[in-house]
């Protein structure tokens, strides 16, 4: 079986880090069983076919967009990559690129099934995190915004909405769709053409987080773990933020570490709106001397820091599936998360971590403070979660899963 991925990473780099890094787990646990060719945009000015030993790759120029798809010129040319491949199978890795839009409009056929990484209208809905839009702009305006617009947080609502509205009439005109949660499914069920094939999928997660040693308590410490991906509100670290301030009042050498921001960006004239306002906030609540800025990460250095910490929170109004609580939970640490999105969905069979309300900081502090303190509400749920990923993001599960969907896939003509 050929199955072609149109994804958003070039596996043959090696390099695994932020968004869509456990697409490397996914090739990995599925290229002995089929004739996988991953094809993804990059700096080049012309197709380019590199053969691995276990996958092939094709990089295809980042094409400029007219009404959301490349020219017609360009589209002929992934069109010209599909022919010479020849496919039994076309994997779309994700509905809000323009790799949908080329099958919504007909430039791509055969048996394809769209992959929903993420979806921009509850990003949209939920953008500001409950912040203030007008007193966010009165604190968070910074250089960045006057020389480069694409960091304006009111461009990016904006694109949010449009990618939206795109995203759903891909979704109108699909055939088969892959999906990793029930909430991700209940939120296409209102969208989704009549006809439409839904595929429960497996998420893997990348084998450092397997390997890795578990977690165990630390005494004297009061660390937390989070990270960030996008530098939105909708991601809902300032309400981490306003806990941590509150918990200081009991633990002064109380710290927060956090992923995926730069310390580059801390510099004021290179400042992200919401970076400006995270920092605002932090010395206006006096935990600013309490946070670490981690950077970017690759998989062992996260599962470096997550063993050296107390506790993690993923605190984002909005998650499809959330790799991150995934990872955590393989390593074993304790995790209190937003009652938002897919999260609650890792606790359907059985509760792995304790959730809070996305707005209510008081409440994510206050379970917190129960994971830290409380070992046997800890234990217990430190013992389900090992279980339970087990079950949602082994190896073989997450391969049989995705087999059984090409397979499924094969028999339509």
Known sequence: MKVLWFSNCELGNNVSKGSGSWLFAMCRIICNSVELINATLSNVDQVVYNKYDTFSEVLIPKFKLK???PEEKNTK????VIETINPDIIHIWGIEGFWGLLYAKGFIKGRVILEIQGLMGPCYESFWGGINPKMFALRSRCLREFLYSGSRLYKNRKVFMERSKQSEYVLSTCRAVSTQSRWVRNQIKFVIG????VYNTLRPIRQEFWDAEQWKSHDNSYKIFTSLSYYMPFKGLHILIKALSLLKHNHNNVVLEIAGIEKKD????RQFPYIKYLIKLAKKLDVYNNISFVGRLNASEIVKH???SDVFVNPSFVESYSATTAEAMAVGIPIVAAYAGAMPDFSANQAVALYYSPMDYVDCAAKITVMMENSTIRNELILNSKNEIKNICGSDRVREAQLGI???MMKEE
């Open 266 to 269: 801390l510099i004021w004239y």
């Open 77 to 80: 040319v992934i069109q010209e």
């Open 406 to 408: 090409y397979y499924d």
């Open 306 to 308: 997550l063993r050296e």
């Open 67 to 69: 009404d959301g798809i």
């Open 194 to 197: 009549e006809g439409c094939k």
